[in-house]
């Protein structure tokens, strides 16, 4: 009985550090905290950046969240991770993310 309640706990404790493993560099977790504008305001220019890097027609975004929000409400800050793939390779574009008062945020590259 005591075997098989430490293969349990041991199994519960290795199954969060195989859970990121799949996470790019630096990700701490899949997806992004942006709404859907500000998403299409910031894909706009990773698309842009990923053509200026010799890709013109980018095919898929996956976003990765890199740091939770830091600040109040109204002047947080967060950094994602967004990887494109796109003519054959993948582009790896870091962006900060930082709120303007309440319903209002920018993004800059990294």
């Not at 929000?69 to 991770?81: H, K, M, N, T």
């Not at 790896?92 to 319903?103: A, Q, T, W």
Request: with cysteine; aromatic share 8%.
């Amino acid at each position: 009985m005591k075997r098989i309640l430490l293969a349990g706990l041991c199994l519960c404790c290795a199954v969060p550090a195989f859970a990121n493993s799949g996470l790019p560099e630096g990700a701490i977790q899949e997806g992004t905290l942006s709404n859907q504008q500000l998403i299409h305001d910031a894909m706009l220019g990773v698309a842009a950046d990923v053509a200026t890097q010799g890709c013109d027609s980018p095919e898929n975004f996956m976003p990765y969240v890199m740091a939770m929000p830091e600040g109040q409400v109204g002047s947080r800050y967060w950094r994602e991770l967004w990887v494109v793939q796109g003519c054959g390779k993948t582009f790896p574009v870091k962006i900060r993310f930082s709120e303007k008062g309440v319903g209002a945020a920018n993004w800059v590259i990294e």
